[in-house]
């Protein structure tokens, strides 16, 4: 999706790579600390490398290295990575029909590179998938530049991150830019009052199902605040219907 | 810091590296028509926003698994700050970017000068 000069020449590449910019500090912060977290674990430098490089998943690979330090069994580590990786399975549901037009490398690849951030910003630009030739091309473009962008700066920073880990000291605690990043992309989504409980209900379930093992906290309160949503909704549209077909 | 590379741990690299694209991809692997049921593809719109809350929140209010015991914290000030920012300028195009800087400036002179 990425060699198609036809994306990069559409408008809609700019306004992605402009997107993902606004995020960027904060993601680059965040490659960085992964990067020296690597390194000061125990990984070589070529093992940290190809895992920056290829793993391409914070939060999985953060989870993934105190296991690998402490030498557990590799189906451990995988079915760690896994689970982390669970709210992208939601989020490749709600992509399926944005993308079917694609062959299936494409869509593989497509896949590989959306993160949390591009998949949010994404579907906050383009609430509907489109449904014409024009539209799906122009939606193919601002995930080109979206994901693009955010693959360079990742990338770079962790190797940068590995590159001066004997320098910065992760008490400084840089990777916290990386939570700041996502907390203005959360708020650029909170554009209704159910989008609010959303992030309310979630909120309050990812803590206290905390204890859960290998972030599942997450998935359950992806599924309790879309459930809660989902539900008010309905109560909304009953309360709208009764109001009409009063007399 | 030089420790060396061992084949075991770059094949765990490697089934890694699977499992970011198959988890990522999961849906559109099959390309057999089907469709989500109605009430999901509604749900789904309220999904991006709790994702974030969920990996945000706990970052913000724990420590260790643990709820924090004190208001004296870098992050819910950098948190509170970021948020200001974000709400007086969300007309403007990069306000995702001045809630990081304006969060980090409370952030690191909070946490590095006065340990919170």
């Avoid at chain 1, 998943?57 to 580590?77: N, R």
């Avoid at chain 1, 669970?86 to 869509?107: K, N």
């Avoid at chain 1, 091309?137 to 190797?159: D, H, K, P, R």
Wanted: glycine share 8%; with cysteine; proline share 5%.
């Amino acid at each position: 999706m990425f060699f198609k000069p036809s994306l990069f020449r559409h408008p809609e590449f700019r306004v992605g790579v402009m997107d993902a910019l606004g995020a960027a500090p904060g993601l680059a912060a965040w490659a960085l600390m992964t990067g020296v977290a690597m390194v000061n674990s125990g990984l070589s430098t070529f093992e940290s490398l190809l895992m920056g490089l290829i793993v391409f998943a914070g939060s999985s690979q953060l989870a993934a290295i105190p296991l690998i330090a402490a030498g557990a069994p590799a189906w451990v580590v995988l079915a760690t990575g896994w689970c982390v990786n669970l709210r992208f399975v939601v989020f490749s549901a709600h992509m399926r029909p944005y993308l079917m037009h694609l062959p299936l490398r494409e869509r593989l690849l497509t896949g590989y590179l959306l993160t949390d951030l591009s998949y949010v910003q994404f579907t906050r630009r383009y609430p509907q998938h489109g449904n014409s030739p024009e539209q799906l091309q122009a939606q193919q473009a601002y995930l080109a530049g979206n994901c693009g962008l955010s693959w360079a700066s990742w990338e770079s920073f962790t190797v940068l991150g590995i590159v001066l880990a004997g320098l910065i000291p992760a008490s400084w605690g840089l990777g916290f830019a990386g939570i700041l990043a996502l907390l203005g992309v959360l708020l650029s989504l909170a554009s209704s009052p159910l989008r609010w409980v959303s992030a309310g209900v979630a909120g309050a379930a990812a803590v206290a199902a905390f204890a859960l093992p290998f972030k599942l906290n997450i998935l359950v309160a992806i599924a309790a605040a879309v459930a809660m949503s989902l539900m008010l909704e309905a109560a909304h549209r009953a309360k709208n219907t009764r109001v009409e077909s009063a007399p | 810091m030089n420790a060396e590379t061992d084949l075991w741990t770059v094949l765990v690299i490697l089934g890694l590296t699977v499992i970011t694209v198959l988890t990522r991809s999961l849906f559109f692997l099959s390309s057999r028509p089907w469709q989500l049921p109605g009430w999901m593809q509604r749900g789904l719109q309220y999904a991006p926003i709790a994702a974030l809350a969920a990996v945000i929140v706990p970052e913000l209010v724990m420590t260790q698994g643990e709820f924090i015991h004190s208001w004296q914290d870098a992050r819910l000030f950098a948190a509170l700050a970021g948020t200001a920012w974000f709400l007086t300028h969300k007309t403007q195009r990069q306000a995702v970017l001045g809630t990081i800087v304006v969060g980090m400036l409370v952030y690191l002179p909070l946490h590095l000068l006065l340990g919170w």
